[in-house]
Every structure is written in C-alpha cells, then in structure tokens.
T-cell receptor
C-alpha cells in the first residue's frame, strides 16, 4: 500500500540548474498538492491541483511550475534553482472530502548550492 | 482568511509527564481540524482529526484533542509522555469553502528521561 510516493528523496543542485520532483499517488484522489517546509515556517503551499487538468497557485508559487500529468501524477519543476529554494518538499493527495485528511509522501530534501 | 496559531515552537517534558500542545484557529464557522506528527526525516502522519462529531477526539499513540468552540482551540494532549513521542507536531485546518489545508508553524516536542 504505497500511498504517496516522491522521488528523489535527496538532491543537491547548483544555482541555475533545473530539476523536476516527481509525485505519484495510488489512492485515486482527485486533489494533489506541493508544499515546502522550512524551519519555523511550517508547511507552505506552492501549487495544487484540484483535479486532473487543473492547477492553481498556492502561497509561494514563484520560481516553480507544476504539471498534473494524469490523475496519479503531479510534478514540480524548478527551472532555474536558487539557494532560497533549499527546502524539504512534500507532495500530498486528498480525496476531496473536507472530513478526510491529506496524505503525505516522505518528502524530497533539496539543497541548492 | 483562516489561520492557525500554535503557541510554543518548542516544548520539553520529562518522560511520564503530561504533554500539552496548543492550537488555536480563526474561523467564522467550525472548521475541520487535524493534528499531524512528523518524526525526524519522515513525512507527515495523521494523529487525529475533528470532523464535527464528538468534541473529544482520540488518535493514535495515546494522543487526544478537545475541540472548544468558545475558545477556538484544539489542543493536543497525552497523559504520559514517552521518549518515542519526540517529534514535530502540526495543527491544520480545512476550510469549508476551499480544498486547501492551512498549517500552523509546528511545535517540536522534546522528551527527557
């Protein structure tokens, strides 16, 4: 029972390099999310996708792009990585029912030098 | 807009002592509320959720939380701390009208022998 799977788990980039973080869920959820986690700031929403074919900006979208490839997969792309994007990135999925929780992946730890 | 406040970014208790982690929310209507736990280098795991049924909610690992509408609070408690409870805890609220979770900034719990 995989749930939400994120790849890679760790990555080190140089400033200016590009990178795509992958996320896949096997729970048939309509909604998927990308968050970043920074010390003392909790989780902040970068982008989300309420359903296949739709994406919307969250609280901190600058410097990122997303693709909802199909119902299962939601990728996050850094076109030109900056040191300020050093963070832990979490993908989550949700059934769409408010009384149900979001399910999270184990995260991608990204360092940009 | 909804918001979540977690008082105390760090809480330290002795093993066997009461754990109390505070969470207050702002909302014009009773929201859905969640507590998540994050162990080192792992993703977020649901501890418990409030979905407008019983105001006292029991979760995993002996944790529970009480929804108090008059205080707009959803504090997390555990009668007796265990070393394995050391982790970061996040309170989150789900809005009725949107499909996004709003997270607090987290509380790191340390348990001393």
């Amino acid at each position: 029972n995989a749930g939400v799977t994120q790849t890679p788990k760790f990555q080190v980039l140089k400033t200016g390099q590009s990178m795509t973080l992958q996320c896949a869920q096997d729970m048939n959820h309509n909604s998927m999310y990308w968050y970043r986690q920074d010390p003392g700031m909790g989780l902040r929403l970068i982008y989300y996708s309420a359903s296949e074919g739709t994406t919307d900006k969250g609280e901190v979208p600058n410097g990122y792009n997303v693709s909802r490839l199909n119902k299962r997969e939601f990728s996050l792309r850094l076109e030109s990585a900056a040191p300020s994007q050093t963070s832990v990135y979490f993908c989550a999925s949700w059934s769409g029912k408010s009384n149900q929780p979001q399910h999270f992946g184990d995260g991608t730890r990204l360092s940009i030098l | 807009a909804q918001s979540v406040t977690q008082l105390g970014s760090h809480v330290s208790v002795s093993e066997g002592a009461l754990v109390l982690l505070r969470c207050n929310y702002s909302s014009s209507v009773p929201p859905y509320l969640f507590w998540y736990v994050q162990y080192p280098n792992q993703g977020l795991q649901l501890l418990l959720k409030y979905t407008s049924a019983a105001t006292l909610v029991k979760g995993i690992n002996g944790f529970e939380a009480e929804f108090k509408k008059s205080e707009t609070s959803f504090h997390l408690t555990k009668p007796s701390a265990h070393m394995s409870d050391a982790a970061e805890y996040f309170c989150a609220v789900s809005e009725y009208s949107t499909d996004k979770l709003i997270f607090g900034t987290g509380t790191r719990l340390q348990v001393f022998p």
